[in-house]
C-alpha cells in the first residue's frame, strides 16, 4: 500500500510534507519549516510522528523542528556531511542509504548543488521523491554552496527516476519559474498550456506541487539543456549540456 502524502503549506512559500503509511500507522514529516502546520495536519488525522526527515540545513526548512519534537517526539534523520549544522540527528545517512517509513523503503540520493549536503529522498514503492530545494517545478534552487556542474549532475540524476514519479518540492515558487521558463522555451506549447494550469491553480490559492517528473522533463528549462531549440535560443548550439544549464541558471538568478 502506498504511502499517504500530505501537502503542509508553511510560511510564506515554503512546504512540508506528512508521508503516511496507513498499514503501521508509521508517519514521517519531510523539513520543518514550522511547527504548528504540521502539528495540525497530524492532529486533524489523527496520525503519530515516528520520524521527520531534513533534506538540508536551510533555516526555512528546519527551523520548526524544535517545537514539533516538543510535542512529537520523533526520530530524526539527515545528511551525515551537514550534521555539523543541522540540528541534532537520531539517523545519520548518506547517498545510497535506505530508511524505513513502516513498511515502505526509501533511498537516500546525494543531490548537492543548492547546499553541499542537500539530499533528496525518493520511495519508489509510492512512486514519490522529495526533492526541496533541488528540482523544483518548472525551476531549481539556487546554487548558494555547490557549483554548476554539481548541480547540473543531480538534477539529471533526479531526472533518470521514472517519468511517474510525483516531485514534492520545497516551495510554492511556480508561477514565477513559469515565467522565466517562458523566456527560455518559448515556443514549446506544453509549457504554454503548463502555465496557464498555473494561473489557474494559484487563482484559487491551490498548491501547484507535486507535480510529475514526465511534467518537468517537457517543461522545466533546467532539465532541457539538450534542446536544440533552447540552446539555439541561447547562442550555445554546440555547449555542452553542463554549461548550457548554467547559462539558464545565471539568467534566472537575474531575472
Known amino acids: 500500500m502506498a504511502l499517504q502524502i500530505v501537502t503542509i503549506p508553511c ?32 492532529r486533524a488525522r489523527g496520525w503519530t510522528l515516528s520520524d521527520v526527515l531534513l533534506t538540508h540545513h536551510h533555516a526555512d526548512h528546519v527551523q520548526g523542528l524544535e517545537g514539533l519534537l516538543a510535542q512529537a517526539p520523533a526520530r530524526v ?3 551525515a556531511a551537514d550534521a ?12 545510497g542509504d535506505t530508511l524505513r517509513i513502516g513498511h515502505e523503503i526509501g533511498h537516500v540520493l546525494a543531490v548537492p548543488g543548492h547546499t553541499l549536503g542537500h539530499v533528496a529522498y525518493h520511495f519508489p514503492d509510492s512512486g ?7 528540482l523544483m517545478a518548472l525551476g531549481c534552487g539556487r546554487v548558494f554552496e555547490g557549483t554548476m556542474e554539481q548541480m547540473h549532475a543531480s538534477l539529471a540524476r533526479l531526472a533518470a527516476l521514472p517519468p511517474d ?3 514534492f518540492s520545497g516551495h510554492e515558487y511556480t508561477a514565477a519559474n513559469a515565467r522565466f521558463a517562458a523566456t527560455i522555451d518559448p515556443d514549446n506549447p506544453r509549457l504554454a498550456a503548463r502555465i496557464r494550469e498555473v494561473e489557474q491553480t494559484r487563482a ?18 533546467f532539465l ?7 540552446r539555439a535560443r541561447l547562442g550555445m548550439a554546440d555547449a555542452p549540456e553542463a554549461e548550457v544549464f548554467a547559462e539558464i541558471r545565471r539568467r534566472k538568478d537575474r531575472f
Open 224 to 230: 532541457r539543456a539538450h534542446d536544440g531549440a533552447i
Open 84 to 95: 555539523h549544522r543541522l540540528p541534532p540527528l537520531d539517523l545519520a545517512v548518506a547517498d
Open 128 to 134: 514519490a521523491v522529495f526533492t526541496a530545494d533541488s
Open 11 to 42: 510560511l510564506a512559500d515554503n512546504y512540508a510534507y506528512l508521508a503516511h503509511d496507513p498499514a503501521t500507522g508509521a508517519t514521517a514529516v519531510v523539513d520543518v519549516p514550522d511547527a504548528a502546520p504540521v502539528l495540525a495536519a497530524l
Open 77 to 79: 534523520i539527515g545528511a
Open 204 to 221: 484559487e490559492n491551490r498548491p501547484t506541487v507535486p507535480t510529475t517528473l514526465g511534467e518537468e522533463l517537457a517543461t522545466n528549462p
Open 165 to 167: 514519479t510525483l516531485v
